[in-house]
DNA sequence: CTGAAAGCGCTAACAT
DNA sequence: ATGTTAGCGCTTTCAG
């Protein structure tokens, strides 16, 4: 059986209080000599403290969880590293629980899960919520933040990168590289999605180009969804395209060559996230790049209730992705 | 405050013992008529189970910890993906606890954390421990289980690829497409890596080539280790080579067409671990593809005690980036 | 500075 | 089928 603070006390002569007292470290409550005692024999018994009991009693935790949904593209390792940063930082421990990509059942089930835990808070993490989800929350009393995903509900928390600017950002780029007949390709039909079409629909508009439906090209964030873009996109004659996320950038590009196009010169892309994938892809793709640590930090301060950024700015990153289009 | 069933047994007048039983699901200890009552009043006052308690009486829990070391490389969402789906069939839940990359204090610290919150298993991955860490491991009675790393030592689970037959074969691929300079890119000095190194060694050999040690440029399985490594394998004229990752891969054939060279012409590359990345590339990576899947699934097997298969075997995936040499 | 005692919310004998 | 009781390992008054 693994030592408990009974032991301690058994094997010192001390009481089990006094042995709490030193073990949590409540200075002032103990001599040194009772500390270094009490110390000596924990180490000899191979103490270890247990957190479940203690979480029991003080009804309290220090643990974020942190539940996302697996998209198929590939920057929430900059967002867990934010998160991890300064939730180290703030004494609280991270984890993660994964949530499957827009599976609904195991979504709602790993809120559950977080909340019998009785963590200290929880951040969702490119998760849609449905009504359910939603409830379940705003029930509980447990502080949660919505993390790359703005639900456009002044109620609800979220921290997450102005998916209309980066969108609007994009295209005017390409718009001021000449391009007319612009793509948008890979977003899917949630709240990223359409803020990100929003954007894109805004800058033509803005620029006085009557943007047609079919330039759209609906996905899931993907490479695959990339890929699929490319035979439409050449049929409809578009030059420049922005890409939902680096994969799908790297998809579309990919597609683009195998059949035959030089790029940039035959089609331009900008992707929106800035990964090293940018750098991987050729040409190396020109981004509107997001700041995740900057995303992971603010959503944990929004967690712990200090008020924080919840639309982190996007910025251009040039790279080798777009040419100049001249008719 | 939140419901307990307490109130639940308070509400319905039926003692907290067989509220728990049916919240339980002790069928058989409980009528139906009774069940129906406790579940609505339940619903009613919102209740949740407080897994801390329940924990802290069961002195067991569901939960599978996995540490991870965060590699500069993309390997482990597969394999995290393959733990998740044998866990979940298992009935155990997945926390994740990251520990940096190389940081022995976070790694040690994360360790101590699982262990205190009991959890059912600890699943390391990518984690290269010390004396301390493995120590803490054995003394507690915690079953773990190494993943992606094969530390040679019988009395030590671990489930991986086979590391020396995957550079073993890689090499081979190269030494058959007529090359006979090859170089070994991005390793570590730790088990993984020597266990390539000696595959690697063993092919050359094998096939009568005289290995020179500078073939071999160490890194951290990064991009930024396959960029650093192209001035100097120029420099040796080296036509083959060997990387430890698809990060790896990447990062050297970019510095190589920065620098004017055509690939896979002018050099051939043949990776480990075969993910996306080898199609985003250019030319596309031919890999050495490990089944992370697998991985996963089998690390959670071999922590639940069934046998599982602690060398994973690896395949051979060509793509485009080896070309015949010849003089 | 230390100890005794009362729980935290739940489960598991042991009764009935 | 249900209730009573005794904890799980820890923290925290309240006394002294």
Not at 102 to 122: F, M, P
Not at 279 to 286: E, Q, S
Not at 297 to 307: A, D, K, Y
Request: glycine residues 6%; charged residues 20%; contains cysteine.
């Amino acid at each position: 059986m693994k030592p408990t603070i009974k032991d301690i006390a058994a094997e010192t002569g001390f009481s089990i209080a006094t042995v709490s007292r030193v073990l949590a470290e409540k200075r002032g409550s103990y001599s040194d000599k009772t500390r270094d005692r009490v110390l000596k024999v924990a180490k000899e018994l191979g103490y270890r403290k247990n957190t479940l009991a203690m979480e029991l009693v003080k009804k309290k935790t220090d643990v974020i969880a942190v539940i996302v949904n697996v998209t198929p593209t590939n920057f929430s390792n900059g967002i867990i590293d934010g998160i991890q940063e300064r939730a180290t930082a703030l004494g609280q421990q991270v984890i993660i629980l994964y949530a499957g990509n827009r599976n609904h059942a195991l979504q709602h089930q790993a809120i559950i899960t977080a909340l019998e835990r009785s963590v200290s808070g929880i951040l969702l993490m490119a998760i849609e919520p449905d009504k359910d989800d939603l409830r379940l929350l705003t029930e509980a009393r447990t502080p949660f933040c919505f993390v790359s995903v703005n639900l456009a509900d002044e109620r609800i928390k979220s921290v997450s990168s102005d998916n209309y600017q980066a969108a609007y950002q994009a295209t005017e780029y390409l718009i001021a590289h000449g391009h007319r007949r612009i793509g948008l390709v890979g977003i899917d039909q949630y709240h990223t999605g359409s803020q990100r079409r929003s954007g894109y629909q805004a800058a033509l508009k803005d620029n006085h180009i009557q943007g047609k439906a079919s330039w759209i090209q609906m996905g899931d964030y993907s490479y695959q969804a990339g890929q699929a873009a490319f035979k439409p996109y050449q049929q409809m004659a578009v030059t420049g395209v922005v890409a939902a996320s680096d994969m799908t950038a790297a998809g579309l590009q990919k597609a683009a060559q195998i059949n035959g196009l030089e790029l940039p010169m035959a089609l331009s892309v900008v992707s929106i996230d800035g990964t090293l994938i940018c750098d991987i892809a050729t040409p190396a793709l020109t981004s509107i790049t997001q700041d995740f640590t900057r995303i992971g930090i603010e959503s944990v301060n929004c967690l712990v209730g200090e008020n924080a950024t919840q639309l982190v700015p996007v910025t251009l990153t040039e790279r080798d992705s777009v040419m100049k289009y001249v008719e």
